[in-house]
């Protein structure tokens, strides 16, 4: 209760905009997590909250696109999809019955650096997920009928995700365009040609090299006894046998950029233009996150954002305009982009863009958007931290993907701490014209049908 309480205090304090002054009078609550290492070399870490009957359990593996093999992008993400399959002693979809059919739920996720399984399920059902999850990390079965169902759902996923939105293409084209040699120029999602050319052979070697105690993270959150919790962990994970192989590690690196460079992309069903630019960013676990996180929301975080402000609502430049510092586990990228108006050009946008960044770098921002910016930042944390499962995905992030699970008390008072200077120097460091990658996004030229004409004219009288 003297947890909620304060946190309560806080988002009220928030919300009013007084920062400082909350900084100040109220300190954000720790989340008082045990940490374990098992001989199979499975890191486990459990936090006591008796607020609700309920429990989250999450287990995450330190695999994701980027470790997916040549020529065979997608693994990661097919296997975040056959995880949900039978095993040596559950039947296909399972896991939907051990949790759905108990008023809890379950999902997974699969991203650059990690992929990750979830579930929250009444405190009394514990041990049965527990079991669960220690089934499908030893035992899953990676059979023909497995592999080719969902193939092709992910397929169907790229078809509905990359291929139909008429921007899909732009945001699968910037990881693309924007790394050369690291593999995360391979989208998560993987390619529909990569995912053909894979064997079952294929599969059955990523999950024997990937999928093991020594590469996974368990947490649990929520109503639970410790010692009860240690027993079931020794009884159902402990026996889970580790490999005698080494997990292979990307250590290639992404070079400094020495120029700028320029695409030009298109689809086939894209109403507006669109721009965007690119810069190479610093890991996730760089001192510097932190200040680029609040430039990000300066610039981006709702209509009162510089770059509304500016290209949506006072030039008309744009009709959306965007940012994100993409922070990953090894190099990332700091994404600016707007889809245009009518009758804009790419070049207008572009401008427009670049001139909000120097604007940044030729001025400290003001108070009042440091303040706003971080309360923004700290309101969204602390949102995420008022359930289990939140708790559970912030000592995951911490854990698995920043390397460092302490992190997960610490990360708050960082960005707290982050002053316009911090903001200044950063924009100055990073969004420099060497380190730019500038992509244009438009619609296809028309292709002549078999009589020469262009496509796409109808005939009159059609409808």
Same mark, same amino acid.
């Given at each position: ?20 002054? %909350?900084?100040? $009078? ?32 999450? &287990?995450?593996?330190?695999?994701? /696109? ?14 975040? =999809? ?25 999902? #997974? /996720?699969? !991203? ?35 592999? =080719? ?32 040699? =690291? ?23 990523? =999950? ?7 590469? #996974? ?23 889970v046998a580790k490999p005698d192989t080494p997990i ?48 990000? /929301? ?18 008309q430049i744009a009709q959306e305009a965007f940012g ?6 090894? $190099? ?9 108006? /009518? ?29 706003? %910016?971080?309360?923004?930042? &700290?309101?969204? $944390? ?15 992030? %911490? ?9 997960? !008390? ?10 316009? #200077? ?12 060497? !380190? ?28």
């Amino acid at each position: 209760m003297l947890r909620q309480t304060a946190a309560l205090l806080l988002l009220c304090a928030l919300a009013a905009g007084v920062a400082q002054t %909350a900084w100040a $009078q109220t300190r954000v609550p720790p989340i008082n997590y045990r940490e374990r290492t098992l001989p199979n070399g499975l890191k486990v870490f459990s936090a006591q909250e008796r607020s609700s009957p309920t429990v989250a359990i999450q &287990v995450w593996y330190k695999v994701g /696109s980027k470790d997916d093999p040549p020529s065979r992008s997608g693994f990661a993400h097919l296997f975040e =999809h056959l995880m949900f399959k039978s095993t040596k002693n559950m039947k296909d979809e399972n896991m939907d019955r051990l949790t759905e059919d108990v008023g809890g739920w379950n999902n #997974a /996720s699969t !991203n650059d650096d990690v992929t990750n399984y979830y579930e929250v399920v009444p405190s009394n059902y514990l041990e049965t997920l527990l079991w669960a999850e220690a089934d499908r990390m030893s035992g899953l079965n990676v059979n023909d009928k497995n592999f =080719h169902s969902e193939r092709d759902v992910v397929k169907e996923e790229f078809n509905t995700s990359v291929l139909a939105p008429p921007y899909g293409r732009l945001f699968y084209d910037i990881d693309k365009d924007s790394f050369t040699t =690291h593999p995360y120029h391979r989208p998560t999602i993987g390619s529909k040609e990569d995912l053909d050319a894979a064997t079952l052979e294929d599969v059955r070697a990523f =999950h024997s090299t990937f999928y093991r105690p020594d590469n #996974a993270v368990l947490i649990v959150v929520g109503d639970f006894d410790q010692q009860q919790l240690d027993s079931w962990v020794d009884k159902y994970f402990a026996k889970v046998a580790k490999p005698d192989t080494p997990i292979p590690r990307v250590t290639v690196q992404e070079p400094p950029r020495t120029s700028e460079k320029r695409f030009d992309e298109a689809g086939p069903n894209v109403p507006l233009p669109a721009v965007a630019i690119t810069y190479l960013a610093p890991p996730v676990s760089s001192p510097d996150a932190d200040a680029l996180r609040v430039a990000e /929301s300066i610039l981006s975080n709702g209509e009162s954002s510089r770059l509304y402000q500016s290209l949506v609502y006072s030039q008309q430049i744009a009709q959306e305009a965007f940012g994100n510092a993409d922070l990953r586990q090894d $190099q990332g990228i700091f994404v600016l982009g707007a889809i245009l108006a /009518s009758d804009k050009k790419p070049a207008d946008a572009e401008r427009a863009l670049l001139a909000e960044l120097k604007k940044m770098q030729d001025a400290p921002v003001t108070k009042a958007e440091l303040d706003k %910016a971080v309360n923004q930042l &700290v309101a969204s $944390q602390l949102r995420e931290r008022e359930t289990n499962s939140g708790k559970a995905f912030a000592i995951g992030n %911490a854990a698995a993907v920043v390397g460092d699970a302490s992190r997960v !008390n610490t990360d708050i008072e960082r960005l707290q701490a982050v002053t316009a #200077a911090d903001i200044q120097r950063v924009m100055r460091k990073y969004f420099t014209d060497t !380190n730019r990658v500038v992509i244009t996004y438009q619609a296809e030229a028309p292709k002549p049908d078999k009589t020469g004409a262009t496509g796409g004219a109808q005939k009159e009288g059609s409808r």
